[in-house]
């Protein structure tokens, strides 16, 4: 079993920024990608971005694409969500996701772990 715990959310003015952060423990030996997704109530939860083990292959959502960078820190076992220039619509429950395979995943089914979410909000 894999746990991963996000943190680093919170409530920030549109413009602002905030890093998350999502720390993996227990089976955390061999190759895993990592993805971050956000979801609204009563809405799909949405890929964000994603990393490959490697951290040779990214991927963004177009909403975010420019002002949102995912990096890892394998040693650490820590993936990384910088997000800059923060917009209202950005504000949701953002979770963190594990799968046992090097390359990336697009959408939820994809991914073997998850987080218990952190809370983004920002104002207007």
């Known amino acids: 079993q894999v746990q991963l715990v996000e943190s680093g959310g919170g409530l920030v003015q549109a413009g602002g920024s905030l890093r998350l952060s999502c720390a993996a423990s227990?089976?955390?030996?061999?190759?895993?990608?990592m993805g971050w997704f956000r979801q609204d109530p009563g809405k799909e939860r949405d890929i964000v971005a994603a990393?490959?083990?490697?951290?040779?292959?990214?991927y963004y959502a177009d909403s975010v694409l420019g002002r949102f960078t995912i990096s890892r820190d394998n040693a650490k076992n820590t993936v990384y969500l910088q997000m800059n220039s923060l917009k209202p619509e950005d504000t949701a429950v953002y979770y963190c996701?594990?799968?046992?395979?090097?390359?990336?995943?697009?959408?939820?089914?994809?991914?073997?772990?998850w987080g218990q979410g952190t809370q983004v909000t920002v104002s207007s």
């Open positions: 990393i490959s083990w490697s951290g040779d292959s990214t």
């Open positions: 227990g089976r955390t030996g061999g190759s895993y990608a």
């Open positions: 996701a594990a799968r046992f395979v090097s390359g990336i995943a697009y959408s939820q089914g994809g991914y073997d772990y």
